[in-house]
Each structure stands twice: as structure tokens, then as C-alpha cells.
């Protein structure tokens, strides 16, 4: 069973950083290339970030170019998002999810998410 | 940026009612858009992808059809467990953008 869960949400300050991960496990995770999507409180989807199984390709939402980094680590199934200069729009509940089929290109499909981790920007 | 609209933003229906729910790109996108469901404190759950092709476990009520800009999503006879936002999301260039979601609510 395709498990994925995300920590490492808080309540931070305006400009500050937070790192989230994102535990895999039930699959082989470097087969599978994986995306971090956001939900403000309230509002929509976001597609935010992607990257490919052997963590060549990272894509990015124009909203958090140069701001954010996806990585990964395959020998620890996990995925990570690196937020820096967090600003308050940035506040959401984030999830990892997972590209349906084990392919070298990035899809952006989400076929099994996580439950999500809150983000919090505020002063 | 591909621009992704849905109509209409928010839907009454009954149980039993045809419903189908409507994604236009602001361009062509072939057939590369996805349509999942989110039910409230819920994570998204993948219904459709590549316009049509059903994820597993996902009842056959449900289908996707259309290319190019505009895309739809049908369910074929509501079920109570059905009312909930369902989001396009577009996978045909980077960045994947999603449209702003339909709230289907019980009539």
C-alpha cells in the first residue's frame, strides 16, 4: 500500500524558512517522479513544485521560483520542499503526491497524495 | 502560463441527476488533463487522467471526454458520496496548473 506523509509545517515569520519532507514507502520511490501541491485556507489548488525519479528535473510554479527547492533522496524514500523567504501568501496545508506510473518523465499526475502539513506565515 | 477555467464554479444537483462539469485552457492541451475529486479536511483523490482513462477503484459514473481546450467531466447518475469540489488540472506544459474548482452541493 502506496503510503505518503508530510511533516515539518509550523507557524513562521515573514521571510523566514522551513523545510517539509515527505515519507514514502509501499512503492519503489526513485521509480516514481513526485510533486508538492498547496491549498490555501479556503481556496484551491496549487500546483507548486516536480521532479523526476533520479531528481534531474525539478519543475516550479512561477509564484515560488527561486524561492523554493524540490529534492529528494531515493535511499531514504523521501522528498523534500525548501521554502525560503516565506511570505504570508505562502501560508497553506501542503501535500506530496505521486506520479501514477514509473516513467523517466515528469507527468504531474497526482495518483496517491499524503494527508498534508500546515504552513503558517505570519508575524 | 496555461490558464485553466472551469464552469460553473458552483452546482446544485440531486441524487440521481446527470451532471457534467466543464474545464476550458486558455490553450490547446491536447488531451493531457486530469480531473480529481476533494472532499472537505480531505487530500485531492485522482478521478480522470488523460481526459479520459479512469483511475482504478474509480466508479465507471464518472468519465472524461474532450481534447484540445475544452474538457469535460461526467457523472452519469449522482450518488450522495459524490458532493464534493472537483478540480481540472492541466499536465501538458510546466507549470501544471490547476482550474478553481466546482463545489457540487446537494439540491
Known amino acids: 500500500e502506496v503510503q505518503l506523509l508530510e511533516s515539518g509545517g509550523d507557524l513562521v515569520q515573514p521571510g523566514g524558512s522551513l523545510r517539509l519532507s515527505c515519507a514514502a514507502s509501499?512503492?519503489?520511490?526513485?521509480?516514481?517522479?513526485m510533486s508538492w501541491v498547496r491549498q490555501a485556507p479556503g481556496k484551491g489548488l496549487e500546483w507548486v513544485s516536480a521532479?523526476?525519479?533520479?531528481?534531474?528535473?525539478?519543475n516550479y510554479a512561477d509564484s515560488v521560483k527561486g524561492r523554493f527547492s524540490i529534492s529528494r533522496d531515493n535511499p531514504k524514500s523521501t522528498l523534500y520542499l525548501q521554502m525560503n523567504r516565506l511570505r504570508v501568501e505562502d501560508t497553506a496545508v501542503y501535500y506530496c503526491?505521486?506520479?501514477?506510473?514509473?516513467?523517466?518523465?515528469?507527468?504531474?499526475?497526482?495518483?496517491?497524495w499524503g494527508q498534508g502539513t500546515l504552513v503558517t506565515v505570519s508575524s | 502560463d496555461i490558464q485553466m477555467t472551469q464552469s460553473p464554479s458552483s452546482l446544485s444537483a440531486s441524487v440521481g441527476d446527470r451532471v457534467t462539469i466543464t474545464c476550458r485552457a486558455s490553450q490547446s492541451i491536447a488531451t493531457y488533463l486530469n480531473w480529481y475529486q476533494q472532499k472537505p479536511g480531505k487530500a485531492p483523490k485522482l478521478l480522470i487522467y488523460?481526459?479520459?482513462s479512469l483511475q482504478s477503484g474509480v466508479p465507471s459514473r464518472f468519465s472524461g471526454s474532450g481534447s484540445g481546450t475544452d474538457l469535460t467531466l461526467t457523472i452519469s447518475s449522482l450518488q450522495p458520496e459524490d458532493f464534493a469540489t472537483y478540480y481540472c488540472q492541466q499536465n501538458y506544459i510546466s507549470p501544471y496548473t490547476f482550474g478553481q474548482g466546482t463545489k457540487l452541493e446537494i439540491k
Open positions: 509501499g512503492f519503489t520511490f526513485g521509480s516514481y517522479a
Open positions: 521532479i523526476s525519479g533520479s531528481g534531474g528535473t525539478t
Open positions: 503526491a505521486k506520479d501514477p506510473s514509473p516513467i523517466v518523465v515528469v507527468t504531474a499526475i497526482g495518483a496517491d
Open positions: 488523460a481526459a479520459s
